[in-house]
């Protein structure tokens, strides 16, 4: 789910706001054209899943989580914070929406870090199962609404633990 855009936006926000989401600033014409990009992109996962075709709505799924983190890293709220700390507020909160959105998006695919990630969200069980036609809002959580730090979702495997996986699993070209 965006590799570390979860632990790394969870960590920021929790440091700088605590464990809420922040209030301040108003989104603007990056968020809503990055709110039209998500949308694409879940709608072309939304297809893929549906014709069962996993290896291409996988593709869109990681475009999706691309779309998150050039967001955080163009708009760079532990930068922002500095100089205008509502705008940081506002980026960080985007922020924690989109990893609420990778949740429910990446959820068929990978299940056990989608359901870590709505805990630490704190989502309610209705929450949880938002359809993915409806999953991209970037003010879902509202400020206030409180959420837990987690550790990273997955670890960082160093480059021989990489060949050495694609050597047993890779199959054939």
């Known amino acids: 789910m965006g590799i570390d855009l979860v632990h ?8 700088q706001f605590g464990e809420r ?40 799924l990681r475009r999706l989580w691309t ?24 980026v960080l909160r985007t922020a924690l929406n989109l990893v609420r959105m990778f949740a429910l998006a990446a959820e068929p695919i990978l299940p056990f870090s989608a359901q870590r990630v709505f805990d ?14 409806r999953c991209v809002d970037l003010s879902a959580l509202a400020p206030g609404r409180r959420f837990q730090l987690i550790p990273p979702l997955f670890r960082r495997m160093d480059a021989a633990e990489v060949e050495r996986l694609k050597a047993q699993f890779g199959g054939r070209n």
């Open 120 to 133: 630490a969200l704190e989502l309610t069980p209705a929450e949880r199962k938002v359809p993915l036609q």
């Open 21 to 60: 989401v922040p209030a301040g600033g108003e989104p603007g014409d990056r968020e809503q054209a990055l709110a039209r990009d998500c949308a694409a992109a879940v709608g072309e996962y939304r297809s893929h899943l549906r014709s069962v075709e996993f290896r291409k709505a996988v593709q869109a």
């Open 8 to 15: 790394r936006t969870l960590k920021l926000a929790a440091a």
């Open 67 to 90: 779309l998150g983190n050039h967001y955080l890293e163009d708009r760079a709220p532990w930068n922002l914070i500095r100089q205008d700390r509502e705008a940081g507020a506002m």
